[in-house]
């Protein structure tokens, strides 16, 4: 089973430029998520969708960052335009279901350096 | 609302020693406890997980976690360390209230010594 995909794996851009990432999670899950994890820290949640609808996107900072999924299959996450704080590296996921406690499958993530 | 508490960000243990991984949570309704380990330049992949049955919870690569309700504890234990268990290990929560949505903790490093 492929896992989940995440491009590119690295991104170097200066600050007030624009980026964007893609995701395409594993057939069949109907639930993605966004994550941002900042050196030193865990990850944060950004934004879950189910299906191609947003469950929750109180965590993203929406004058700046925008995510969509259309036909609720691969995701794109942009930002527009990038702040130094920004610089960290942006998770993919994917899941089965919304409900229960299922696991999370991650994928490489892309390492954003904001300069 | 809900939060973890991962104690010590870095934990540096001899090859065949305990590993011991702090967490402690908060939860307003019952939790879902999970943890997860992070190789460099990787994704996180997970360990294992409570949702509510056995309070011992024995995962992949030797490790088990015991939940412990009346000290809000989700520590990570594994009998003797191995060289490849080095990397960043995150305990996670979650509840049906919150959508079962993922809160992590900062994270604890593991270092090996030979």
């Known amino acids: 089973e492929a896992g989940v995909a995440q491009s590119p794996r690295y991104k170097i851009i200066e600050k007030r430029q624009s980026v964007a990432f893609w995701c395409n999670p594993i057939s069949g899950h109907a639930t993605l998520y966004w994550y941002q994890q900042i050196l030193g820290q865990g990850p944060k949640l950004l934004i879950q969708?189910?299906?191609?609808?947003?469950?929750?996107d109180s965590q993203l900072p929406k004058d700046r960052f925008s995510a969509e999924r259309l036909k609720g299959v691969d995701s794109t996450l942009k930002i527009q335009p990038a702040k130094l704080e920004d610089s960290a590296v942006y998770l993919c996921?994917?899941?089965?279901?919304?409900?229960?406690?299922?696991?999370?499958?991650f994928g490489p993530g892309t390492r954003l350096t904001v300069l | 609302a809900q939060s973890v508490t991962q104690l010590g960000s870095h934990v540096s243990v001899s090859e065949g020693a305990l590993v011991l991984l702090r967490c402690n949570y908060s939860s307003s309704v019952p939790p879902y406890l999970f943890w997860y380990v992070q190789y460099p330049n990787q994704g996180l992949q997970l360990l294992l997980k409570y949702t509510s049955a056995a309070t011992l919870v024995k995962g992949i690569n030797g490790f088990e976690a015991e939940f412990k309700k009346s000290e809000t504890s989700f520590h990570l234990t594994k009998p003797s360390a191995h060289m490849s268990d080095a990397a960043e290990y995150f305990c996670?929560?979650?509840?049906?209230?919150?959508?079962?949505?993922?809160?992590f903790g900062g994270g604890t490093r593991v270092l090996v010594k030979p």
């Open positions: 996921a994917s899941s089965l279901a919304l409900a229960g406690p299922r696991e999370q499958f």
């Open positions: 969708f189910q299906n191609n609808g947003v469950v929750d």
């Open positions: 996670a929560v979650s509840n049906e209230a919150a959508g079962n949505k993922l809160t």
